[in-house]
């Protein structure tokens, strides 16, 4: 954690050392001035909630009012931002802080977490595009902070090698200049493992996988008019009713649980809470995504998030605050009941029962996937594709029921979480299927957009970006279609 926070702080000086390098002093200029503004707020902004966090981590193996000192210190350095800014800051720790505080989120989780993962579009998202745009108009070897604030967008995992090449640990960096501080930083990870050690996949120029042609997938991925990427939900946000059912009847009972969940997510996020941050992390992405009206939402998104809530009650059902399990048990059998609308849902969960499942998704692919559509984003890709993507990337929290020495005494009269038809499908076994058949789709527009030569600015980049980092995807997409099954679809009633 350390390292993380060390590292942060080195964005900082990075951007110091080229405001303050040869160059910059010897021309002082307008826009070297703006620049160097942009750097040092976007260093600040992108480097605080990450190395407060790493703080507050240190803090709360101390005690549980470390953390919470450390959250109000991370508010305080976050007033010179704006409004907006502060408040997103303050926000984020706040809730890292507690979780950390409450035990639901281990110091390791949280150093691989998205940085601001209740944002579909992070913060200073501006900001940062338009330092990207800038730095690298100033040399290419910026692409190593470029590359190394990204991961930390997208969270995952880094060796402490990789983390320590940013930093003084191994040996003083020359920060009096810039260049030279960034060609040795690249110059570390190349002697470590280079790109590799840090995360990331080394790009092959040999690779030019086929994509799978027959591939189903329940996202549908589309060229817009405007010559984009795009995402559809299309059944899975349209319900299919029966002549027997009104409208009425679905807009009815999505209301309610779209109400029930809202307030079950103001308590879950409430520091009062006593339960883990997977439940307002849940709930949050479900409202997200429950379908409110036609063509708007993703059901079977919604429903990965209500099965997740399904998991966590289940392990939880005898520590968790008596009213929330009341309004979650009863939330979850309205959700269940929405099901019936969704008839290609039963299709989908089929697809995941009879496939095969070998290993997960590499993590390396997933996250160089998701890094280059949000690179892309919005010139190539449009604002629907990366929001699907980062969703059906999202872990599935560890569900561990409590030791049975913590556990409180059987209570016949505690609110129970309702029997979910397809228990026995693993969450985390379709939201690899959906991102790796969306993938597919992902690669096999942009491919054949770069044959007919595709106008859209960036196109050919973000296709050669993404050639390395499909490949593996393809392979795990191949063994899961190997599996087969007999092409029947069960239901989904109770």
């Not at 070897?141 to 090698?161: P, T």
């Not at 849940?282 to 429903?303: F, H, R």
């Not at 999202?394 to 016949?412: C, G, Y």
Request: net charge negative; with cysteine.
């Amino acid at each position: 954690m350390a390292v993380a926070a060390s590292s942060a702080a080195s964005v900082a000086a990075s951007a110091a050392a080229f405001v303050e390098g040869p160059a910059s002093r010897s021309t002082r200029n307008a826009g070297h001035a703006r620049l160097a503004s942009v750097a040092v707020q976007a260093a600040r902004y992108a480097s605080a909630a990450r190395a407060v966090s790493a703080a507050s981590a240190a803090a709360s193996a101390i005690s549980p009012n470390a953390a919470q000192t450390y959250a109000s210190v991370a508010a305080s350095c976050a007033a010179d931002a704006s409004a907006y800014a502060a408040a997103s800051a303050a926000v984020a720790i706040q809730r890292d802080a507690i979780a950390l505080s409450l035990g639901s989120l281990t110091p390791e989780e949280l150093a691989t977490r998205m940085l601001w993962p209740e944002h579909s579009i992070p913060p200073f998202a501006n900001q940062w595009a338009e330092l990207r745009s800038e730095l690298l108009k100033k040399g290419k070897h910026w692409s190593i902070w470029i590359d190394w604030y990204d991961r930390v967008l997208l969270g995952g995992e880094s060796s402490e090698d990789a983390d320590a090449a940013f930093t003084d640990i191994f040996e003083a960096l020359p920060w009096q200049n810039y260049a030279a501080t960034n060609l040795e930083i690249a110059r570390r990870l190349r002697v470590i493992g280079g790109r590799e050690a840090a995360g990331y996949v080394l790009n092959s120029p040999a690779s030019d996988p086929d994509p799978i042609e027959d591939a189903p997938c329940p996202i549908s991925i589309v060229r817009r008019l405007d010559g984009r990427v795009g995402a559809d939900a299309g059944v899975f946000s349209e319900p299919a009713l029966p002549p027997s059912i009104k409208p009425a009847d679905h807009a009815r009972l999505v209301e309610a649980c779209s109400a029930r969940a809202g307030r079950l997510l103001n308590q879950a996020a409430s520091p009062s809470f006593q339960g883990r941050a997977d439940y307002a992390d849940a709930l949050s992405q479900y409202l997200e995504w429950l379908p409110s009206n036609s063509g708007a939402g993703n059901v079977l998104l919604a429903d990965g998030e209500a099965r997740v809530l399904s998991k966590l009650f289940v392990a939880e059902q005898g520590i968790l605050p008596t009213a929330f399990a009341s309004s979650l048990s009863t939330l979850l059998e309205d959700h269940y009941g929405l099901r019936a609308y969704y008839p290609e849902l039963e299709r989908h969960y089929h697809s995941i029962r009879t496939g095969h499942l070998a290993t997960p998704l590499p993590h390396d692919a997933v996250e160089g996937v998701r890094r280059i559509i949000h690179a892309h984003s919005p010139a190539v890709f449009d604002e629907t594709v990366a929001p699907v993507m980062d969703e059906t990337a999202r872990p599935v929290p560890a569900v561990r029921p409590p030791l049975a020495e913590d556990a409180p005494p059987p209570d016949p009269n505690r609110p129970k979480p309702p029997r979910d038809p397809i228990a026995d499908i693993d969450p985390a076994a379709s939201r690899n299927y959906i991102f790796a058949s969306a993938a597919n789709l992902i690669y096999k527009v942009l491919k054949a957009g770069k044959d007919v030569g595709s106008v859209a600015k960036g196109w050919n980049d973000a296709y050669e970006a993404l050639r390395p980092y499909v490949g593996p995807l393809l392979d795990w997409l191949r063994s899961w279609l190997g599996g087969g099954g007999d092409g029947g679809a069960p239901t989904i009633s109770a």
